[in-house]
Nanobody, 117 residues
Framework: QVQLVESGGGLVQAGGSLRLSCAVSGGIFSSAVMGWYRQAPGKQRELVAIFTTGGRTNYADSVKGRFTISRDNAKRNVYLQMASLKPEDTAVYYC???????????WGQGTQVTVSS
């Protein structure tokens, strides 16, 4: 069983920074595709950033140049460094593990990020 625990959310002023962390237990972390998603009130969950095992990254257009995803396979952690935060970044941020096998997808419980103007 794979478990993900996010941390690092909070309240920050516009223009500030936060670093989210996601600790993963179980599964084969080094070969998993790891991603960060977010869901704002009344909106659908959307991809923020994704990090593949091949080292490729992909970002939502709205966060390009401001957010950076990274991973530490030895620590089984994935991170999201967020800078130049905007009020529209306010959402619950979720970490996602995709082991690329049948039904091998897991989500964390989410961490709230609130950006005040």
């Amino acid at each position: 069983q794979v478990q993900l625990v996010e941390s690092g959310g909070g309240l920050v002023q516009a223009g500030g920074s936060l670093r989210l962390s996601c600790a993963v237990s179980g599964g084969i972390f080094s070969s998993a595709v790891m991603g960060w998603y977010r869901q704002a009130p009344g909106k659908q969950r959307e991809l923020v950033a994704i990090f593949t095992t091949g080292g490729r990254t992909n970002y939502a257009d709205s966060v390009k140049g401001r957010f950076t995803i990274s991973r530490d396979n030895a620590k089984r952690n994935v991170y999201l460094q967020m800078a130049s935060l905007k009020p529209e970044d306010t959402a619950v941020y979720y970490c996602k593990y995709d082991g690329l096998g049948y039904r091998d997808v897991y989500w964390g419980q989410g961490t709230q990020v609130t950006v005040s103007s």
